[in-house]
């Protein structure tokens, strides 16, 4: 018998790697300081591991980062499609985007440039919005700009979320931006968070704009 606290001889009854832990632990390596710090050795020692136990499960960055994307994008809510209307459904699904990646700013420019073919939690949520938006009577070639659209405006938002501040002081030049000043002044008084205000402004005149350009009136 094995003395206590030994580790029994013999293959372990589960697998040490996993997609789910690299997966996991990957993003958080890039959450935390950047793609260009993600390498698969450092990764590999984050898990314990060599960087050939680690090749054993994922054959390159590139894939390592389509696992992150798969991972980031099933956490998207599609499900107000099915209970709202459309217009609200939309707000409701950007909100939700803009809010996940707002948690994962520095994967915004490889997830907003990666192809989505090796993704099919990607390709749900298309779907769910692609639906949408056609049953709400938008013309087949409006649909994928429409997409676009709200989702360069969505990572937009989301990295605006991490801005100062004090972004637009002009205390140092107040005598050549009089108008500017008090705007700033006058939307400080309100208390409101910019990033979440300005958000939502541009949010709902972004839907509806593209809704009545993109809707087939014949």
Do not use: C
Not at 33 to 41: A, H, K, N, P, V
Not at 129 to 143: D, H
Request: proline share 5%.
């Amino acid at each position: 018998m094995a003395a206590s606290g030994t580790r029994r001889a013999g293959r372990p009854r589960t697998a040490v790697l996993t997609r789910e832990r690299i997966t996991v632990n990957a993003l958080e390596l890039v959450s935390d300081d950047g793609y260009e710090s993600l390498t698969m050795q450092r990764l590999a020692k984050s898990l314990g591991v060599s960087p050939s136990a680690l090749y054993n499960h994922v054959e390159s960055k590139h894939a390592l980062m389509q696992w992150i994307q798969e991972l980031i994008m099933t956490e998207v809510d599609t499900s107000v499609f099915d209970t709202k209307p459309l217009r609200d459904a939309l707000i409701s699904w950007s909100t939700n985007y803009r809010n996940i990646f707002s948690r994962h700013i520095p994967l915004i420019p490889i997830i907003a440039v990666l192809p989505v073919s090796d993704s099919p939690g990607t390709l749900e949520m298309y779907e769910r919005v692609a639906q949408g938006l056609t049953s709400y009577g938008l013309k087949e070639e409006a649909i994928i700009p429409t997409i676009v659209a709200l989702e360069s405006f969505i990572f937009g938002s989301a990295m605006d979320t991490a801005a100062p501040h004090d972004i637009f002081d002009t205390s140092n030049h107040q005598d050549l931006t009089p108008h500017f000043t008090k705007a700033v002044a006058a939307q400080r008084e309100t208390k409101i968070n910019t990033s979440d205000d300005s958000f939502q402004r541009g949010l709902t005149a972004m839907v509806d704009g593209l809704l009545e350009a993109g809707k087939n009136h014949d």
